[in-house]
């Protein structure tokens, strides 16, 4: 009736319902301008519905500006009204649509039995929930009325200073809370940057390949990227015998990503000395240093010169990517633009989630957890390489062992430009290189398998699946 379905069952009420199929009715045309809407009696007996119902949509719909009550006359559709001329069905198969659109990831994540080699992910089954959860409600029991405002928009001191004894404990790093500033990421943290620097600056160095969301972020800014190639130590920085003026240079020294070459300190101190010469910074990705796997965690670049590298860290790795925190450590001259960069555009991470933290770090759960999680991923790393040896022997190139949480490996005698997306017909995902490169054709041979999030149990049949694909599409004669 009407044009207007209402259901029992739904979670909207009766008065939602009605406002909303009114609302529709009104926007696709259907209801015209100038239409008189049914008497409320009349129209809430034909549905069996309390007249209240029909009278407070009408005058919802009325305070909307979708319909006008005249006194002893009735309710019209009001005027002015831009509607559209998609049916009802186009409509809903544009709802489908969306809901079909996600993340490809996400909509195939799900897919029965396929088992997905994640790059990036830590191991969420073993997040501490139990313990966060506790600290959580410690947090929003003691948490200042200050910190209820919007604070300090570096980030709640608490933390500043945790994390400033953390990285000195770990890495070496001699830092003042006040270098400190609190960002929703790693991601939040290049686009402040970037944009902090862009009246000076309008170019990056990239280490080829590297992960593919930077690139996007400073060229949105207006950056214009330049690649460096990268060989089994990282960025060759070395080879750079010149800084192009208005260049920056964002790389991972710690564990390159995907490569996973350590920079030596040679080319360390190459890159320091090129940007101290043009008066540049060093822009230092440590997206996963805390999982050196060999070893203990490596002095950062920052160590070299306070004054002309940007740490970049995060928390993704070693908790959640979920949490949303990371955090910059600045040279003190550029404290202050940033802050008053973010300040402009009012940009702060939540304080109740910093305060846990900080309190976490205080009592030392982050280290016990780190330590709890290297040797899980140290356990599976080793699984992962005794069943690529296995199934491919020498025809597989290990690379990137050391740290962190995936592996790339190349693998020899197969056909240039490999479809890796076909895998997934095995039931096993990997991620080709070429996806995360600047200039195509070199890494065609090469995928990254991550371990971080993927089962002990799954490893060894994932591979096996690997083995069946590559037999079907590369090692055919």
């Known amino acids: 009736m009407y044009g207007i379905q209402l259901d029992p069952a739904s979670e909207l009420t009766m008065t939602a319902q009605l406002c909303r199929q009114i609302r529709q009715n009104i926007e696709r045309g259907e209801w015209g301008e100038g239409m008189r809407l049914p008497p409320t009696r009349k129209l809430a ?17 009325i305070a909307e500006g979708y319909l006008i009550g005249q006194t002893g006359s009735g309710t019209y559709v009001a005027s002015g009204i831009r509607t559209s001329l998609a049916s009802a069905g186009e409509s809903e198969g544009e709802e489908l649509e969306m809901e079909r659109l996600g993340w490809e990831g996400e909509a195939s994540s799900d897919s029965e039995g396929l088992i997905d080699f994640e790059i990036g992910t830590p191991d969420l089954r073993h997040f501490p929930r139990k313990l966060w959860a506790k600290y959580l409600k410690e947090a929003a029991e003691v948490i200042p009325s200050t910190s209820l405002d919007y604070g300090d928009i570096r980030g709640e001191e608490a933390l500043r200073k945790e994390i400033a004894a953390y990285l ?47 690139q996007h972020i400073f060229r949105k800014v207006g950056y214009r990227i330049s690649p460096v190639a ?64 060999k070893g203990v965690p490596i002095p950062p670049l920052y160590t070299l010169n306070p004054g ?8 993704s790795k070693t908790l959640a990517p979920g949490l949303r925190l990371g955090f910059l450590v600045l040279p003190v001259h550029l404290v202050r633009p940033m802050a008053d960069l973010r300040e402009a555009q009012n940009l702060r991470p939540p304080s109740m989630l910093q305060i846990a933290l900080a309190m976490f770090m205080r009592d030392g759960c982050l280290d016990r957890h780190i330590h709890k999680m290297k040797k899980n991923y140290r356990q599976r790393r080793q699984l992962l390489i005794e069943a690529i040896q296995r199934h491919f022997g020498a025809r597989a190139v290990i690379q990137g062992d050391e740290a962190g949480m995936h592996l790339m490996v190349e693998f020899r005698g197969i056909p240039a430009g490999l479809d890796w997306s076909k895998s997934q017909a095995y039931g096993v995902r990997v991620y080709g290189v070429e996806d995360y490169c600047l200039i195509q054709g070199n890494y065609t041979r090469h995928i990254l398998l991550g371990y971080g999030n993927l089962p002990e149990v799954k490893i060894e049949l994932g591979i096996e699946r690997l083995r069946s694909f590559l037999e079907e599409y590369a090692y055919r004669d």
Not at 45 to 51: L, P, S, Y
Not at 251 to 257: G, K, V
Not at 264 to 270: A, S
């Open 45 to 61: 007996a034909e549905f069996g519905i309390a007249r209240n119902v029909v009278i407070d949509a009408y005058e919802q719909l």
């Open 168 to 214: 000195y404990r770990t890495r070496g790093m001699r830092c003042q809370p006040g270098q400190i500033m609190i960002v929703s990421g790693s991601s939040e943290g290049f686009a402040l940057i970037a944009q902090t620097l862009r009246d000076r600056f309008d170019a990056v160095y990239l280490e080829d390949p590297t992960i593919e969301f930077t």
């Open 230 to 293: 990268i060989d089994s130590a990282g960025m060759k920085v070395h080879e750079l015998r010149e800084w192009e003026p208005g260049h920056l240079m964002l790389l991972t020294p710690s564990h390159q990503f995907p490569g996973g070459g350590i920079l030596p300190i040679q080319r360390r101190q190459h890159a320091v000395r090129l940007a101290e010469e043009a008066a540049s910074y060093l822009i230092e990705d440590d997206y996963d240093g805390d999982f050196r796997l």
């Open 308 to 315: 002309r590298v940007i740490y970049v860290g995060t928390f």
